[in-house]
């Protein structure tokens, strides 16, 4: 199952990495990609529940805006 997360927020590749980090410690997350230049992230894994996608970026000081 693969997502893509809009996120808003994130102005360097310490912010980047800090949403990386967020989204690879929630359970079912195998790959985390995140790009600065489209503000986005692209997680790839099994069971990927949106609200918990969401809540562990909201954590990082960041905003999901959307995920498909």
């Known amino acids: 199952m693969d997502k ?3 996120i808003e ?3 360097c590749e310490h912010c980047a990495a800090h ?3 967020a989204l690879e410690a ?3 997350v ?3 990609k995140v790009s600065l230049f489209k503000n986005s992230a692209k997680v790839n894994g ?3 529940n949106d609200e918990q996608l969401k809540k562990a970026i909201e954590e990082a000081g960041y905003k999901a805006k ?3």
């Open 19 to 21: 949403v990386k980090e």
């Open 66 to 68: 959307s995920i498909k």
């Open 4 to 6: 893509t997360i809009n």
């Open 30 to 32: 195998e790959s985390v």
């Open 26 to 28: 929630l359970s079912g």
């Open 9 to 11: 927020g994130m102005t």
């Open 46 to 48: 099994d069971n990927l």
